[in-house]
């Protein structure tokens, strides 16, 4: 890397941290008094501060009397941190080097303008970086002596950025089915442990209470299409996810014993054999209108049991996919479902799959799709995908993702503010053919208009249309770049405050800020924005995001499994 590379990487470093250190509350004022202090060299340091005791300047002076630092802080109403001015001299009191820092509202850092000058007052280097907030895109330029102007460069790689990846990922047979077979035996190890009773013997009385269980099935499906499902404790977790529905059934568990958990019952339902309710469940979609009877009976004790009828709704008729490959999402997020599509039984379990070589739950199967979940030790970043499905294995190189809001469920006291840290990790993984305008799985354009009014895919790239505008009458190859950059697809980031009646999200609208992000969003590693939350009342902050990309699908890689294994 060029040393002026080196320094602009040191430089944006520097800035970044310091954003999180100058943590202060708007206010102005002319100053008020100064606070001289003595800096162990012979010299001092004048510190200005204004009516609100922040401060205002601060002076490096030297043993000789002379201006050797000036540090000058501007407080903007409303702004959470201060804009910085770095000025340093030369020893004949001509400006050595000014170095400009800025931040918007929420103290997201904005941009850096340094110059640096020779002892005679002539420019000699520089830099100008900006950065957008909303879209994390940095924009960087060095100044050229030649020139005496600023050129723009490629920015520097943050050091969480690992490197684009420019094509997706191929595998070998052979690491398919190492990865498989080691899943195979994560998987067995974790079901023998999950299922091991307690050696304390169950002491009477034991009583019953009801205890509500979700039974997950696709949302999608057929008449009679056969379908997979399975039956959860915390229903919850699965009630907002549009590519699945949750049916809740209150079971009668038992304080204690076999009963007191899932696989103590039996699923049953009518053309199915008896299943564990611990592990997949199947059944044959009946037709429109029609109920479906279904009941969980205790094992070993046929008597006790619950049943209930599950509706299915009319539905539109849903499409048949191409069943002739296997594709997936280029980006699957922890906490959500992978969708992946293609040749399925319907029959769950049939059907196996891992992240790498661990053993991922299959939440849900139809005939054309398999709904995943990606297993909790997971990181994100590149971790590819194996599914065995009958004779067949695929590989699929995807991207795991991962949000969090850092600070999220704080407590705070009314008119306290907190900074939160909406973070997303993981999309830095996706191969460049991936970043391509999409809408897998289906469900996702129909997530963000419910977050979004309104929404259209098209409405997050404003600027390039406002480019292309501008270039109507320019060169052509320009505007055919610009047309092509239009087909490049988007991030969507929806953050929404959970309780608005106690609490404040600065620079959002009707408490909701919407992020449009592309791969350039990600070139320094994760996605991090500042937002700040203000108390109106005493409350525990809570924040929340959502993550819908809107990406070409992966297209997965296929092998026959050989007979010999």
Known sequence: ??????????????????????????????????????????????????????????????????????????????????????????????????????????????????????????????????????????????????????????????????????????????????????????????????????????????????QEVGLVLPSQFRPGERVSGTVVENPDQYSEMPEVTVTRVAVPFESAGEASRLSGWLFETAGEE???????????????????????????????????????????????????????????????????????????????????????KIVAETSDAAYLGIPELTEPGSRPLFIAEGMKVVALPVAVGKFVIKNNGRELQAGEALITFPTLDGPGDIPDPAWQIGNFPATNLQRAQQLIHGFQLSQGDRETREKLEAHEKGESKEKREIEEKKQEGEILLVVRNITPEQILLRSSRNEVLVFHLSDEAFRRGEFKYDLVVEAKKAGKVEVKGYVIPFLAPIVGQEFSIETTR
């Not at 539109?316 to 699957?332: D, Y």
């Open 1 to 210: 890397m060029p040393q002026n590379q080196h320094a602009l990487v040191s430089s944006l470093s520097q800035v970044l941290a310091l954003s999180a250190l100058l943590v202060c509350s708007a206010a102005s004022g002319m100053a008020q008094h100064t606070v001289v202090e003595k800096n162990g060299v012979g010299g001092r340091i004048e510190t200005d501060y204004n009516t609100a005791e922040k401060a205002t300047q601060m002076r490096t002076i030297g043993a000789d009397g002379k201006l050797q630092q000036k540090v000058d802080y501007e407080y903007l109403p409303g702004y959470y941190v201060a804009q910085q001015t770095d000025t340093t001299y030369w020893p004949n009191g001509q400006v050595r080097r000014v170095a400009h820092n800025t931040y918007d509202e929420s103290a997201n850092f904005t941009g850096e303008f340094i110059q640096v000058f020779d002892e005679s007052g002539k420019q000699i280097a520089g830099h100008k970086l900006t950065h957008d907030p909303w879209t994390g895109v940095y924009r960087c330029s060095e100044w050229s002596v030649v020139a005496q102007d600023y050129r723009a460069v490629d920015c520097p790689a943050g050091e969480e950025a690992k490197g684009r990846t420019e094509e997706p990922r191929k595998f070998t047979y052979e690491e398919v089915i190492k990865n498989l077979e080691a899943a195979r035996e994560t998987a067995r190890r974790e079901q023998k442990i999950g299922r091991m009773q307690p050696k304390t013997p169950v002491h009477p009385p034991v009583t019953t209470a009801q």
């Open 274 to 360: 008896p299943r564990r309710a611990d592990g997949p469940i199947t059944l044959m979609v009946p037709l429109p209108g029609s109920g479906l009877n279904i009941t969980f009976r205790q094992a070993g004790n046929p008597a006790h049991s619950v049943s209930q009828t599950l509706n299915f709704p009319q539905l539109s008729e849903k499409k048949s996919l191409p069943l002739n490959s296997f594709q997936s999402p280029a980006l699957c997020m922890k906490g959500e479902l992978c969708v992946v599509s293609g040749p399925f039984g319907g029959d769950s379990g049939k059907t196996f799959a891992a992240f790498e070589d661990r053993p991922a």
